[in-house]
């Protein structure tokens, strides 16, 4: 899993974007808490320059994912805490199944019934109602934007406003998470803004519009008030959030590309924490020995995610078409010496995954019996490549009838990602395979059919946990048809012409992840 390292300059008073204050008692109610100090500023850096701060936007094909900044300016439904636990957010209460608002039919069908806070307002004042959710999914559920095939959104046939407080999602099928519907899932949009270029049925002009970014209106614990972009974001607390006005009355964003810059500033006192990978592992180990020492801040390391590498499986892209051959990805799994990869990039502090799902979860036993694990093995590496009609030539490389084994290995040009690239390049190298290295600008890192075109090998990451599993589905291939938009950039499907290699495609991306 990969240790995203998240930097609090000591004595200083966090508010975390998770749980905005003030607290929220059990019934769901704000407490009384003073108003924020306006003369107070949290300054966080954070990695690259987002399209965009919402947390679903049409059309948006992005490989870079934020998660703290976006989060600072939205509200969904529900809010889902550190321990993934969900509470209540735009809402009095999470339905409940077997009650009145979660309702089960017989065949199959659900529909979930909601009652949002009294008094919701978005940033600019505008009250925010039912109307605006069922609003948002006409808007997500339309195909040319690219999400009606994701979860939730295709599980749903309708959202209806009962009244301006009261919405009920209709399901057409059962949907474990309907009571998990955050910003990330689901979130209303300001119709009040949106109606009439939404109207005007030009798509490419409707994701264009200044709404979705330097006028961005939304409903989190901070509203936009500057946006220089590449530079910084700057935002006041809402006085208006559903949970409180946050106890820090002022938010200043700043873009930083480069990790050991982000470092500087930290150490020069200039901001006060680092967020969404504006540091690398390296910098974090940096600042744990001079830092720490010093008694000048705190670093917390949180394993939220894990590195794999995809192989690309899709015939129309796929280059060499060995790598189509079960037992030649299952030679590459066991040509990786992943705990040598932990040890030379990541200080031996990171967790050897075999999966996605973190050892920590109390099922993961049951998980572990069902891995497929491929350990290193560079023996079993030559046995499957001669199983597959591959012989070492003169050079040492594998050669079959189309000659050398030769494949792209690409990765996002950041100093970490290269990093590991040449380690795995070099593991693979001494294997037999020609691997050549293609670093991918961070402008065409962000293409979503970068990402889902590649020919070979592609070194990424992705979060942990049960929602992972979603990326891997045949609805999540980005594809010139949906714009490219979705998570399973390797095209793994279940049935179809890639049906052959798929349960060791899910083997390898499982097992191929390296800890960080």
């Given amino acids: 899993m990969k240790a995203k390292y998240l930097l609090i300059v000591a004595l200083f008073v966090?508010?975390?974007?998770?749980?905005?204050?003030?607290?929220?008692?059990?019934?769901?109610?704000?407490?009384?808490?003073?108003?924020?100090?306006?003369?107070?500023?949290?300054?966080?850096?954070?990695?690259g320059?987002?399209?965009?701060?919402?947390?679903?936007?049409?059309?948006?094909?992005?490989?870079?994912?934020?998660?703290?900044?976006?989060?600072?300016?939205?509200a969904g439904l529900a809010l889902i805490d550190a321990g993934d636990a969900a509470h209540p957010y735009l809402v009095d209460a999470l339905p409940q199944l077997g009650t009145n608002d979660w309702q089960v039919f017989p065949d199959g069908r659900m529909e979930t019934r909601y009652h949002l806070r009294a008094n919701l307002t978005w940033h600019d004042g505008a009250p925010l109602t039912a109307d605006d959710f069922a609003f948002a999914y006409r808007i997500y559920s339309q195909p040319q934007f690219g999400h009606a095939a994701l979860p939730p959104l295709k599980?749903?046939?309708?959202?209806?406003?009962?009244?301006?407080?009261?919405?009920?999602?209709?399901?057409?099928?059962?949907?474990?998470?309907?009571?998990?519907?955050?910003?990330?899932d689901f979130p209303p949009l300001p119709r009040h803004l949106l109606d009439a270029a939404f109207r005007a049925d030009a798509p490419e002009a409707f994701v264009h519009e200044p709404f979705w970014s330097t006028a961005y209106i939304a409903a989190g614990p901070y509203m936009l008030e500057r946006w220089e972009p590449g530079a910084f974001i700057e935002a006041r607390a809402f006085p208006g959030h559903a949970l409180g006005a946050p106890k820090i009355g002022r938010l200043r964003i700043q873009i930083s590309g480069d990790p050991n810059s982000a470092m500087a500033t930290l150490l020069a006192g200039d901001a006060h924490m680092a967020v969404d990978g504006a540091l690398g592992f390296q910098q974090g180990a940096v600042l744990r020995r001079q830092w720490v020492a010093d008694g000048r801040g705190v670093i917390i390391s949180i394993p939220d995610g894990w590195r794999?590498?995809?192989?690309?499986?899709?015939?129309?892209?796929?280059?060499?078409?060995?790598?189509?051959?079960?037992?030649?990805?299952?030679?590459?799994?066991?040509?990786?010496?992943?705990q040598g990869l932990i040890d030379s990039l990541y200080e031996g502090e990171a967790l050897l995954a075999d999966s996605f799902i973190p050892p920590q979860v109390d099922f993961y036993p049951g998980v572990d019996q069902a891995l497929a694990k491929y350990p290193f093995d560079r023996r079993r590496t030559d046995q499957l490549m001669t199983d597959a009609g591959y012989r070492r030539g003169a050079d040492g490389v594998f050669t079959g009838t189309a000659g050398r084994f030769a494949v792209e290995l690409k990765t996002n040009?950041?100093?970490?990602?290269?990093?590991?690239?040449?380690?795995?390049?070099?593991?693979?190298?001494?294997?037999?395979?020609?691997?050549?290295?293609?670093?991918?600008?961070?402008?065409?890192?962000r293409s979503g059919e970068v990402r889902g075109s590649f020919p070979g090998?592609?070194?990424?990451?992705?979060?942990?946990?049960?929602?992972?599993?979603?990326?891997?589905?045949?609805?999540?291939?980005?594809?010139?048809e949906n714009r490219w938009v979705g998570g399973n950039r390797s095209g793994w499907a279940s049935s179809g012409t890639t049906a052959r290699s798929t349960s060791s495609m899910a083997a390898w991306t499982e097992t191929s992840g390296i800890g960080r």
């Fill in 308 to 338: 794999r590498v995809d192989v690309q499986l899709r015939p129309d892209y796929v280059g060499p078409r060995a790598l189509l051959d079960v037992n030649v990805r299952r030679a590459f799994a066991h040509a990786v010496d992943r």
């Fill in 413 to 445: 040009a950041d100093s970490e990602s290269l990093s590991e690239m040449s380690v795995l390049a070099a593991g693979w190298r001494q294997a037999g395979f020609d691997v050549q290295e293609v670093p991918v600008p961070p402008e065409l890192a």
């Fill in 155 to 184: 599980q749903i046939d309708d959202v209806v406003a009962i009244d301006e407080r009261t919405l009920v999602i209709r399901w057409n099928e059962p949907f474990a998470n309907a009571a998990r519907i955050d910003s990330e």
């Fill in 457 to 480: 090998l592609y070194v990424g990451g992705g979060f942990v946990g049960e929602d992972a599993l979603s990326g891997f589905t045949s609805t999540r291939i980005g594809m010139p």
């Fill in 14 to 47: 966090v508010v975390s974007c998770a749980r905005s204050e003030p607290a929220v008692d059990q019934a769901g109610s704000r407490s009384n808490e003073a108003a924020p100090r306006a003369d107070r500023t949290l300054v966080l850096i954070a990695h």
């Fill in 49 to 74: 320059q987002p399209e965009t701060l919402a947390d679903k936007v049409p059309l948006k094909t992005t490989g870079l994912r934020l998660t703290t900044t976006p989060r600072v300016f939205n």
